[in-house]
C-alpha cells in the first residue's frame, strides 16, 4: 500500500506559480536585461536549546537562490528557493522575495530583506507549511552589477519539529523528545549578480 500525500488546491497553485516565476528569468540572464538580477546566498541557522532535556542549541546550514527584477532603482521582487539542513532536517523553503536597499548607488549601503511563501518538510514526507524571513544586513557594490550582501536573519518555520533521541546517563537509558523549533536566528552571505 503506498501514501498518498494530498496537498490542497491553493498550495499547489501557489507552488506551480512560484516554480514558474523561478526559472521564467533564467531565459533572460544573458539578454542583457537592466533591472534582472540573481542572487546566491549560503548561510548558518541557529535557535537555542527548548527541551527539558538540554539537547544542545540547534544549527542548521541553508543554500537559496533568489531571481528577479528591481522595481525602479532600490527595490527588487523576485521568487526564490532554498534549502536548510542538518543531520535531523531537511527543509525546501519557495517563497516571494522583496529586498530595498537604502541607495543603490553608493558602495556600502544597509538592505532589508522580507521572504514568505510554503516550505516542505522533507523528512516528514513533505508536509507544506508558512515559511517566513525578515533579514537586515549591508550590501557592498563590487563594480557593474555585482555585490555582496551579509545579513542577519530571523525565520520563522510553521509547526516545524524536531525529534531526536536522548541518552542522559547511560546508552541503555534513552529518551525519546520533541522539541518545538519555530524561529531560528541566522547570518547569511550572498553574492548579487
Known sequence: MTK??????????????????????LGTMGQGYKYYRGFFDAGLGWAPAQSVY?????????????????????????????????????????FLDVRYNLSFTAELTPTFELRAGPYFDLYEGDRASFYGD?????RWALGGRTALN?????????????????????????????????FTLGVRLGVEW
Open 4 to 25: 498518498r500525500i494530498t496537498i490542497s488546491f491553493g498550495t499547489r497553485a501557489c507552488t506551480l506559480l512560484l516554480l514558474a516565476m523561478l526559472f521564467l528569468p
Open 54 to 94: 538540554d539537547r544542545p542549541a540547534f544549527c542548521a546550514g541553508t543554500l537559496s537562490s533568489t531571481h528577479g527584477f528591481y522595481v525602479g532603482d532600490r527595490t527588487f521582487v523576485g521568487v526564490g528557493a532554498g534549502l536548510s539542513f542538518d543531520e535531523d532536517l531537511l527543509t525546501l523553503p519557495l
Open 134 to 138: 525578515v533579514a537586515a544586513g549591508v
Open 150 to 182: 551579509l545579513m542577519l536573519n530571523l525565520s520563522y518555520y510553521q509547526g516545524f519539529r524536531l525529534w531526536g533521541i536522548y541518552y542522559p546517563f547511560s546508552y541503555s537509558d534513552r529518551v525519546t523528545y520533541t522539541v518545538d523549533l519555530p
